[in-house]
């Protein structure tokens, strides 16, 4: 992940003033103790990472690699063993990726060789070369002339200084007692985060379903997680400006299933909830893990088909409305221990399977469910259904004369009619949302009313049809 791909050094000075540090220390991973992870939806996570470090008194300059890409440097912390904050003077954060490219920059007006091979001989013959130029190609004087592109390899003797491989934090400070201990150092990330996945499996002549829920845990950072403790955290955080969520960047990455206990401990955090998953995890970069986080194998559901209306068709004549009209299969559940959860759930995609006739599972559509605390519930649509279908027309439409000055009436008919090819009965859901001030003046059916809409529950025989005709009055 590129953070800074626009500056060679970024640096982040404290208001502290600090005189230019005498001892230069580096520690990379080797020196790393322990590392934990706190990580949260939408692309973010908080490294938490001690390191042992032999630290002179005096003002010293620490130099840490083994870092994360993502690293927001304006968020480090830096902590004693005990967790006492120290008190840094000054910040650096350089983040310039070895590369052809940046070799190149690194070495403009400075000599390098060039090595070319005859093609016919096979013999290498080398020469210097000044780099004049890397602005949209290379410029090079060789001699007493100048050249552009590459006319050969180039060879350089060395790595420029504050180049590297990987990105690294400098951190300065004074230490008042020099000792041989641990350093914490603390900060958010970009490239590491997490998001739920759920896959819900039930019989087509069931009530009951079970729903395995998934934490999807992945690593964009750049670094590799060894025996590092993690941390999920669920809620959405508000956030200045918020990044991509990390599972869109996640194609080509290796992906894997980690089985855990049927439920992963959780704890209620402020307005946040958070899982601990057991043990330590180990995830290299560009990878993506999959943990469990619990299994529910009786759930009672309700499933639904639902024909949702329009509000614009009240106030005009409308011969020409579409005939036909999609009906959803929704499934609704509620988050208790007497439906078969009762445990706070984050926000997920749910894949929906089922069983075909010969009791194949097979896919039956997807849905985002929201964060669900306990006693919440869900109702996710599956998809239209191909064996319940509905087609409506507008029966008659009339504009009522109104006394000057009162609101125009109008009075309108309409006809639903519901098929069901199923070998049994359902019931659907007719939702009418009617505008303004509204009443039902005559129906075949009794409605009830759920805010501006106006609801039927219609039984639709099996391998048969009925018939809703309702007339409304608008003002």
């Given amino acids: 992940m590129q953070v800074f791909r626009q ?123 000044r780099i004049l130029s890397v602005q949209d190609g290379v410029v090079l004087e060789i001699g007493d002339r100048i050249e552009t592109g590459l006319p050969g390899r180039l060879v350089f003797d060395r790595l420029p200084d504050g180049l590297r491989n990987d ?130 194998g009786s759930v009672k559901v309700k499933r639904k088909w639902v024909l949702e209306g329009e509000s614009y068709y009240y106030r005009s004549s409308l011969p020409g409305m579409r005939r036909t009209w999609p009906v959803v299969q929704r499934v609704e559940w509620k988050n208790s221990s007497h439906e078969g959860l009762g445990f706070p759930i984050p926000a997920g995609v749910v894949r929906f399977y089922q069983a075909d006739r010969h009791g194949n599972m097979q896919f039956a559509g997807e849905s985002r469910m929201p964060h669900m605390p306990v006693g919440e519930s869900a109702s996710l649509s599956m998809g239209e259904s191909f064996h319940v279908t509905a087609s409506r027309k507008q029966l008659r439409f009339e504009q009522i004369a109104a006394l000057s000055g009162a609101p125009r009436r109008y009075d309108s008919s309409h006809e639903i009619r519901l098929r069901n090819a199923k070998d049994r009965p359902v019931v659907v859901q007719v939702r009418e949302p009617v505008p303004g001030k509204w009443q039902i003046i005559s129906e075949n059916a009794t409605h009830r009313r759920d805010g501006m809409v106006a609801v039927w529950d219609i039984t639709v025989p099996a391998a048969g049809e009925a018939v809703l005709r309702y007339t409304v009055r608008v003002e």
Avoid at 30 to 48: C, F, G, I, N, P
Avoid at 54 to 82: A, H, K, Q, W, Y
Avoid at 179 to 188: M, Q, S, T, V, W
Wanted: proline share 4%; with cysteine; net charge negative.
């Fill in 7 to 129: 500056s060679w050094w970024f640096a982040l000075f404290l208001v502290m003033p600090f005189a230019h540090a005498t001892a230069v220390l580096s520690t990379d991973v080797k020196d790393r103790r322990e590392m934990s992870l706190t990580v949260y939806e939408h692309d973010m996570a908080l490294v938490r990472e001690r390191r042992q470090l032999s630290l002179p008194s005096g003002n010293v300059s620490v130099r840490f690699s083994g870092i994360s890409d993502g690293i927001l440097p304006e968020t480090v912390m830096l902590l004693d063993g005990d967790g006492r904050p120290v008190d840094v003077g000054r910040i650096a954060y350089a983040h310039e990726r070895l590369s052809p490219q940046t070799l190149l920059a690194a070495h403009v007006g400075k000599t390098v060789r060039i090595v070319r091979k005859d093609p016919v001989t096979g013999r290498e013959t080398e020469e210097n070369a």
């Fill in 167 to 296: 990105p690294f934090l400098t951190i300065e400070w004074e230490n008042r007692t020099g000792h041989d201990g641990i350093l914490e150092l603390d900060y958010l990330t970009r490239g590491i985060g997490w998001q739920a996945d759920y896959v819900a499996r039930f019989d087509e002549e069931s009530d009951v379903m079970s729903l395995a829920g998934r934490a999807a845990l992945a690593n964009n950072s750049g670094m590799s997680l060894k025996d590092v403790r993690v941390t999920l955290v669920a809620g959405n955080l508000n956030r200045v400006s918020g990044g991509g969520s990390v599972m869109m960047s996640s194609a080509g990455m290796k992906r894997d299933v980690l089985p855990v206990a049927n439920t992963v401990s959780g704890d209620g955090s402020g307005d946040y909830y958070r899982y601990d998953l057991p043990g330590k995890v180990t995830l290299p970069d560009r990878q993506l893990c999959l943990y469990a986080l619990f299994n529910a």
